[in-house]
């Protein structure tokens, strides 16, 4: 295939010096049988030239059609092979070279969505582990609400920190519908100014019940305000895990 050009210049040149030399045997000498076999020949000739012209252009089309299959199998099969030589800068090489580059661009968003569905598969288990707390924690306190001998003070209490942990509850099942809908592929976390002190007082406050159960005394003390630019409700997620394993895992 790439000695195709050679061959049509080759044939082009050699039909065209055959028609100028048969007309001009024509043109000089018009009554003479011999010169006018030469024309006839030369006419034969270069017909039989046009033919193989076109004979090596379906050819090389053949041939050219044949290559880009091979790529094009090659890129489906994810093979690193290339057909055309990147060297010369011929049409069939930019186009080889277009079709890796988007090859590794699908490769690349494949492997994306890969890792984004394994982080969804994550976040799902994640979040159905983080329901068993605020459960556990509104169960306790429903039972501890059940209890004739409460004090107001201690009846509220109890109250406020059981729709704090039905409010986490319903924000876990939330997410995790979001997710199972794939509304949003992955949780989108929202960053905002945040008081730390008030989050960690929810987490405490999340865990106290199971806390008290097992005897152990959580105390938040902090006579300084502190604040940051995070995601309230996850960051409080994330410090009432780490305070409920640790009460968990406290003899």
């Given at each position: 295939m790439k000695h195709f050009d050679l061959y049509r210049?080759?044939?082009?040149?050699?039909?065209a010096v055959i028609s100028v030399l048969s007309v001009l045997m024509v043109f000089f000498a018009r009554s003479s049988p011999v010169t006018m076999l030469w024309g006839f020949s030369g006419v034969l000739i270069l017909f039989a030239l046009l033919l193989?012209?076109?004979?090596?252009?379906?050819?090389?089309?053949?041939?050219?059609?044949e290559q880009i299959t091979l790529l094009i199998e090659a890129l489906v099969e994810q093979q690193?092979?290339?057909?055309?030589?990147?060297?010369?800068?011929?049409?069939?090489?930019?186009?080889?070279?277009?079709?890796?580059?988007?090859?590794?661009?699908?490769?690349?968003?494949?492997?994306?969505?890969?890792?984004?569905?394994?982080?969804?598969?994550?976040?799902?288990?994640?979040?159905?582990?983080?329901?068993?707390?605020?459960?556990?924690?509104?169960?306790?306190?429903?039972?501890?609400?059940?209890?004739?001998?409460?004090?107001?003070?201690?009846?509220?209490?109890?109250?406020?920190?059981?729709?704090?942990?039905?409010?986490?509850?319903?924000?876990?099942?939330?997410?995790?519908?979001?997710?199972s809908r794939l509304e949003s592929g992955i949780i989108s976390l929202k960053p905002e100014k945040n008081s730390l002190n008030e989050i960690?007082?929810?987490?405490?406050?999340?865990?106290?019940?199971?806390?008290?159960?097992?005897?152990?005394?959580?105390?938040?003390?902090?006579a300084q305000a502190f604040e940051a630019v995070l995601d309230f409700n996850w960051t409080a997620e994330a410090i009432s895990n780490v305070i409920d394993n640790a009460v968990k895992y406290t003899p």
């Open positions: 210049k080759l044939v082009l040149i050699t039909g193989l012209l076109d004979f090596l252009h379906n050819r090389y089309n053949d041939d050219l059609l690193e092979r290339q057909i055309f030589s990147e060297a010369e800068d011929t049409l069939t090489a930019r186009l080889q070279h277009q079709l890796l580059k988007l090859r590794n661009i699908l490769t690349a968003q494949n492997q994306m969505l890969a890792q984004e569905k394994e982080q969804i598969k994550t976040l799902i288990s994640d979040i159905s582990h983080q329901i068993k707390t605020p459960i556990a924690a509104a169960n306790t306190f429903a039972e501890l609400l059940s209890d004739g001998e409460l004090s107001a003070e201690e009846r509220t209490e109890y109250i406020t920190t059981l729709q704090m942990s039905l409010g986490k509850l319903t924000f876990l099942t939330n997410s995790l519908i979001k997710i960690v007082l929810q987490a405490v406050k999340t865990v106290y019940a199971k806390a008290k159960e097992k005897g152990i005394l959580i105390t938040f003390e902090c």
